[in-house]
């Protein structure tokens, strides 16, 4: 017999289960009715994509994209596999020939393999394995050379070259892809940006507004409202204009969302962090001035300054922060379009009414921004308060291999947001069981599939036990349920062509005929 042991949801990921998950419907349904009165559509792209998607999107002096996601190469050659990992473990000594034969008849036998398994299509036949293969039979040779010339002089001189040889052999047979580079998609921005390209979108009338709602990967330290298999609802749009009405709207859109669900107690910060014309001066400006002042940094940020310079004013260090407040602020570097674009935008807002706080270190965790960035924080959260995270990124597309266009979006943190209601006590009235068919003796029991049946057609949410229960026993679950009626059937009734209908909460009962039934309990259901 198998050994017996319990299975748990992986650590940073979770179950949404009763009765939370009917929030989470609720939560979801009203952003799809909000976005859908913007005229968004929803898109559903895959969770996985190639690597160099994200990579090339995210940027790769990121966190996502250096230590959080989820990669893996996709092929089934597990046979070839352990073959390489066997052979790049393999340090055959110079001077053993035996054992250097047998290296090199297992090599031999994995580029035969390679060159079976890409002809049968199994592999992809793409030029960095051709040159991976290339090389291995490259360093074979010299490795065989240099057994032959030791064998012949014994000189010791030739071990150098010979480990130089056996290491480089060693990283060919890693360069070798089985199968394509895989991630599971730690956003969904690229994924959007990535199927706006491959299916033509810029040929549509006016601009592609998508929204999505789906999980997202990223492997983080688990938390109160940080998990590694997440939620988010997104928006995007893209198209020709970059006119600073999308951005509001967005917003807006954001906003009334986040007042939809209750959630009110949140704060916008906006601010703009150039675009590909001025912001390269200003960070050249901004590294210069951290270079001052590096010692007082500490590694993370000091890493930063050559890496990825923005993001060191993302730190919540606290002895870095009055170092940081000196630094110059890239309100006074935008260019002339950036400054006018960032001032028209606070118009709009302020026609639309929207309450924000400027935030000039607001620079955000992805590469791809330009011009507005913006984040929405919620309370009851501690740390992790971000409830929301967007953008401009007019660069995009085309770093992706599109023609020329502007794109705005943002997303929102399903669970951190959920966690911020639940916290705040303002739950809505979820739908619940409507009616509990309590039937009583085998003769009742088709006619109580049939009335469960036509109650269900009529919208109802109806509970019809599988098995008869005693009469108390039947009620005594009927309210544990939560169900608002009881619905009696006994031999009475069945013989009479009527129903007991009983309101759990304060015990009224009438008997009614199935017409009157079912024409009460829809009229109930209306409300
Ligand atoms: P982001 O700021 O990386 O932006 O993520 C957006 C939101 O997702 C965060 O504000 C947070 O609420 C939630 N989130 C992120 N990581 C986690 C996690 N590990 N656990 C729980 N919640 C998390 C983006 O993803 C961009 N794609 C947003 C965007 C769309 N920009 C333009 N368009």
New binding site residues.
């Given amino acids: 017999m198998a050994e017996k042991r319990e299975f748990r949801a992986i650590k940073?990921t979770r179950d949404i289960f009763p009765p939370d998950s009917s929030l989470w419907n609720w939560f979801e349904q009203a952003a799809r009715e909000v976005f859908e009165s913007y005229n968004f559509r929803d898109i559903r792209t895959p969770v996985f994509e190639e690597t160099s998607l994200f990579a090339r999107s995210?940027g790769a002096d990121t966190d996502?994209v250096g230590k959080?996601m989820y990669t893996f190469e996709d092929h089934d050659l597990i046979e070839l596999e352990r073959q390489r990992a066997h052979l790049t473990m393999r340090q055959p000594p110079l001077g053993n020939l035996n054992d250097f034969g047998v290296y090199e008849r297992e090599i031999q036998d994995f580029v035969d393999s390679l060159g079976r398994v890409t002809a049968d299509g199994e592999m992809a036949n793409t030029p960095e394995n051709s040159k991976a293969r290339e090389r291995i039979g490259q360093f074979l040779s010299r490795l065989n050379m240099l057994q032959q010339q030791f064998v012949e002089s014994q000189s010791t001189v030739l071990q150098h070259d010979y480990q130089i040889v056996l290491g480089n052999m060693i990283y060919s047979l890693r360069d070798v892809e089985f199968g394509d580079v895989l991630t599971l998609r730690?956003?969904?921005?690229?994924s959007?940006v990535r199927a706006y390209i491959e299916h033509g979108m810029h040929t549509l009338p006016g601009n592609a507004k998508l929204y999505y709602i789906g999980p997202?990967f990223?492997r983080?330290r688990?938390q109160k409202?940080?998990?590694?298999q997440?939620?988010?609802i997104?928006?995007?749009v893209l198209g020709q204009s970059d006119a600073p009405a999308i951005d509001a709207e967005v917003l807006e859109m954001l906003l009334v969302f986040f007042k939809r669900v209750g959630l009110t107690r949140t704060t916008l910060y906006l601010n703009s962090i150039g675009c590909k014309d001025c912001r390269p001066k200003y960070v050249e400006m901004l590294r210069e001035e951290l270079r001052k002042v590096k010692d007082q940094l500490g590694p993370d940020s000091q890493r930063r300054i050559e890496t990825n310079t923005l993001r060191v004013l993302d730190s919540k260090l606290p002895e870095e922060q009055p170092i940081i407040e000196r630094l110059p602020r890239i309100s006074a570097h935008l260019c002339d379009a950036c400054r006018e674009h960032f001032a028209k935008l606070k118009e709009e807002l302020k026609l639309r009414g929207i309450a924000y706080k400027e935030n000039w270190r607001l620079v955000?965790?992805?590469d791809?921004?330009t011009r507005t960035t913006f984040?929405?924080t919620a309370e009851g959260l501690g740390s992790?308060n971000?409830?929301?995270?967007?953008?401009?990124?007019d660069g995009l597309v085309e770093l992706l291999g599109g023609q020329p266009t502007k794109?705005?979006?943002?997303?929102?943190?399903?669970?951190?947001?959920i966690l911020s209601i639940q916290e705040g006590r303002k739950l809505p009235p979820l739908p619940g069981l409507s009616v509990f068919i309590a039937w009583m003796g085998a003769k009742t029991y088709p006619t109580a599939v049939s009335i469960a049946k036509k109650l269900r057609d009529a919208g109802l949410a109806v509970e019809l036990p599988p098995e008869e229960m005693k009469f108390k026993k039947s009620l005594g679950l009927a309210d544990k349920l939560g169900a608002r009626y009881a619905l009696i059937i006994g031999e009475d009734e069945v013989a009479s062509g009527t129903f007991t209908l009983k309101r759990l909460a304060d015990a009224d009962q009438q008997r009614l005929s199935e017409i009157d039934l079912l024409e009460y309990l829809e009229s109930e259901r209306r409300g």
Wanted: hydrophobic share 35%; with cysteine.
């Fill in positions: 940073g995210i996502i959080e730690p956003e969904a921005t690229a959007v997202m990223r983080e688990p409202g940080r998990y590694r997440f939620y988010q997104g928006a995007e955000r965790g992805l791809y921004y984040e929405v992790q971000a409830v929301c995270g967007g953008g401009r990124y794109g705005i979006g943002f997303a929102i943190g399903s669970d951190r947001a």
